[in-house]
């Protein structure tokens, strides 16, 4: 399995988290959600060590010009 996440700065402190999974012709849309830029950190935190297990393959794309981590 092959992921992409796509986070991309809302107003405020807000931002978007969109999910692509990518199969045979290319990716497809999986998911969309609104999130705060701290939680969307620690969202790739967990995502991240779940694909340095070997869990799936993991490309991110961060549009934020700044984060927060916890």
């Known amino acids: 399995m092959s ?7 809302e107003d405020g402190d807000m931002v ?5 999974e990518l199969k045979n012709d290319g ?6 959600y609104k999130t705060t ?3 969307a950190s620690s ?3 967990l995502e991240r060590e779940k694909a340095r297990r070997g869990d799936f393959y993991l490309e991110v794309v961060d549009n934020r010009e700044k984060f927060v981590m916890v």
Not at 3 to 9: A, H, L, Y
Not at 16 to 20: H, L
């Open 16 to 20: 978007f988290v969109r999910i692509d």
């Open 3 to 9: 992921f992409r996440i796509t986070i991309s700065k």
């Open 43 to 45: 969202m790739l935190i």
């Open 37 to 39: 830029s701290q939680s």
């Open 27 to 32: 990716y497809h849309f999986f998911d969309l």
